[in-house]
């Protein structure tokens, strides 16, 4: 299986600031013959199901503000939140789909400072 | 809009058995794939299984082969779960999800509880 670890477990950022989270694949994700890298990130907060933010590491989910981004190749991947706003706060997860059983990393917190 | 509906969780003991379904609308049910993805309380995401459009393919996590049965019924619009030999580490929100790669669509989910 491929083992997805996210860092940090937990950020605090202030208000209006750059918020980054990293997934690193213990294998890579990256598909040669298509060059789609099979990763997705997700936003889950208190009480609700994942949300699907960011699908091929960088391809925004339709309706997802623009202050969120993703980026990565291969087994490194980050997603950048521009400019935090209050509703951000959640936990958010990456998840490879390249093999079976997708599998998920741990979550980040993510809090404001 | 799309919707998916699970329903079928609660309490049960442990060796017990549940059946969770998921009602989908909204979309043409018949046309995609789905999975089951779970979450124990205050943990994260694990996957669970997986069934095709035509039911010919399904996966397994590990935790779950042999003891968990999805299947679909595309004229009712729902997906299921058979879930026996239940054990205290099933304990989870269960979650239907539509997708092969990414899940773009998610249920509210329905809570198991295995427990004594």
């Known amino acids: 299986d491929i083992v997805v670890t996210q860092s940090p477990d937990s950020l605090a950022v202030s208000l209006g600031e750059r918020a980054t989270i990293n997934c690193k694949s213990s294998?890579?994700?990256?598909?040669?013959?298509?060059?789609?890298?099979?990763l997705a990130w997700y936003q889950q907060k208190p009480g609700q199901p994942p949300k699907l933010l960011i699908y091929?590491?960088?391809t925004r989910e339709s309706g997802v503000p623009d202050r969120f981004s993703g980026s990565g190749s291969g087994t490194d991947f980050t997603l950048t939140i521009s400019s935090l706003q209050a509703e951000d706060v959640a936990v958010y997860y990456c998840q490879q789909y390249y093999s079976t059983p997708p599998t998920f990393g741990q979550g980040t917190k993510l809090e404001i400072k | 809009e799309v919707q998916l509906v699970e329903s079928g969780g609660g309490l049960v003991q442990p060796g017990g058995s549940l059946r969770l379904s998921c009602a989908a609308s909204g979309f043409t049910f018949s046309s995609y794939r789905m999975n089951w993805v779970r979450q124990a309380p205050g943990k994260g995401l694990e996957w669970v299984a997986y069934?095709?459009?035509?039911?010919?393919?399904?996966y397994y996590a590990d935790s779950v082969r042999g003891r968990f049965t999805i299947s679909r019924d595309n004229a009712r619009n729902s997906l299921y779960l058979q879930m026996n030999s239940l054990r205290d580490e099933d304990t989870a929100v269960y979650y239907c999800a539509r997708g092969r790669d990414a899940y773009n669509y998610w249920g509210q989910g329905t809570l198991v509880t295995v427990s004594s």
């Open positions: 294998q890579s994700v990256l598909y040669s013959s298509n060059n789609n890298n099979y």
């Open positions: 069934i095709s459009s035509d039911t010919r393919t399904i």
């Open positions: 091929w590491a960088s």
